[in-house]
């Protein structure tokens, strides 16, 4: 289930971010070990996180993923292996929230690129999912909530 879209101006955010461009169905195996990786770096340096953690996806390819893992941040992050400083950019996007299991999140987005098309915009070539809510909050997956945000083209 989708939330009704919004057109937001979101504010330039820092970030602390992994790269990884693994074969889509390499995505699994890569994003436990990455986010734990993230937090891990972040406690270290004792950098308050500022909100969820998010994959912010630069090239869509079909049968790969391009994107940053990563999490917001208080103040800037010093590089530590994988980890490094980054940010969510100050733009306007079109939001929704999904509501369910990770495994829908490729048919939700279908959904949610259709309403942005209908209403008349056209989408930048990224866009980001912050895991406002997920199976660390509840086993239930209908409790699961993934905020979509699509940069939009002015």
Do not use: K
């Not at 937001?8 to 070990?33: F, Y």
């Amino acid at each position: 289930m989708l939330d009704p879209m919004q057109i937001v101006e979101v504010p330039r955010r820092l970030a602390a971010v992994i790269r990884l461009t693994v074969p889509r169905e390499q995505i699994q195996q890569v994003m436990g070990p990455a986010h734990r990786e993230l937090l891990a770096a972040v406690a270290a340096q004792g950098v308050a996180t500022t909100g969820p953690w998010f994959c912010h996806h630069l090239r869509l390819a079909p049968a790969l993923f391009d994107f940053e893992l990563g999490v917001t941040v208080a103040t800037p992050v010093a590089p530590a292996g994988r980890v490094q400083p980054g940010e969510l950019p100050a733009t306007t996007v079109a939001r929704t929230v999904y509501h369910g299991p990770y495994e829908g999140l490729a048919d939700a987005w279908g959904e949610f690129m259709g309403r942005i098309a209908a209403a008349g915009y056209a989408a930048a070539p990224d866009l980001w999912e912050c895991y406002v809510s997920g199976p660390e909050a509840s086993p239930d997956p209908a409790q699961w909530r993934t905020e979509f945000n699509r940069p939009l083209l002015c």
